[in-house]
């Protein structure tokens, strides 16, 4: 009787830890922030600065103290051209929007991890793919596609980012570098990402 009794305490141990040691999925919820530069390396250096949002949705799996996750993002940028020579005609800017798709690829560790926080630090490689855009000058608009605009399809971009996890809360600070060029023309343009971004886990 005795070693049934120690025999079923071993089988449920062996149980409890089977299960805590099984990969975690977390699906999330999110929406943020970002600045989008492009740097024109011509002679003469210049640069663009595109201002926006994201939101998206994604899932990660843990497992001990790496992590791996996918996101889903649309992202909407946004840029307010001046026009100097405003006094001859009834204008005095362009903005231009440039919609796209992101799928970030994630993996990472997490230094620390606590039943009500976790912090994260990871790499890896997002995809950008340019949809459509729209122009508008004064109260006129027009839609465009990528290559009108000279913009290269798709993007690639290398990722350093790192995550917060304050109970169900769910916050982000993200860099992306771009690897290939922006630009369908011969002008080198390199590409830099902020994002910031908060949302919910499920």
Not at 110 to 130: D, E, H, M, S
Not at 159 to 186: C, H, K, M, P
Request: aromatic share 16%; proline share 3%.
């Amino acid at each position: 009787m005795r070693t049934r009794n120690y025999l079923i305490l071993a089988f449920l141990l062996c149980s409890i830890i089977t299960v805590a040691q099984r990969p975690k999925l977390d699906l999330k919820a999110y929406a943020g922030y970002h600045a989008h530069i492009f740097v024109y390396k011509e002679i003469q250096k210049s640069k663009d600065v595109l201002h926006g949002w994201q939101a998206g949705f994604g899932f990660r799996v843990s497992y001990r103290r790496v992590f791996g996750e996918v996101d889903f993002n649309f992202v909407r940028s946004r840029i307010i051209v001046p026009i100097e020579d405003s006094l001859m005609i009834d204008f005095d800017k362009v903005e231009v929007k440039i919609n796209a798709f992101e799928f970030p690829i994630k993996i990472g560790f997490i230094p620390i991890k606590t039943g009500f926080f976790k912090w994260y630090l990871y790499t890896g490689l997002a995809l950008r793919v340019n949809t459509k855009g729209k122009f508008a000058v004064g109260d006129n608009e027009e839609k465009f596609k990528p290559k009108e605009l000279g913009l290269s399809n798709p993007n690639f971009d290398f990722l350093l980012g790192t995550q917060a996890d304050i109970g169900w809360l769910y916050l982000e600070i993200v860099y992306g570098l771009g690897i290939n060029n922006s630009l369908r023309e011969n002008i080198r343009t390199n590409s830099h990402e902020i994002q910031f971004n908060a949302g919910i886990w499920f």
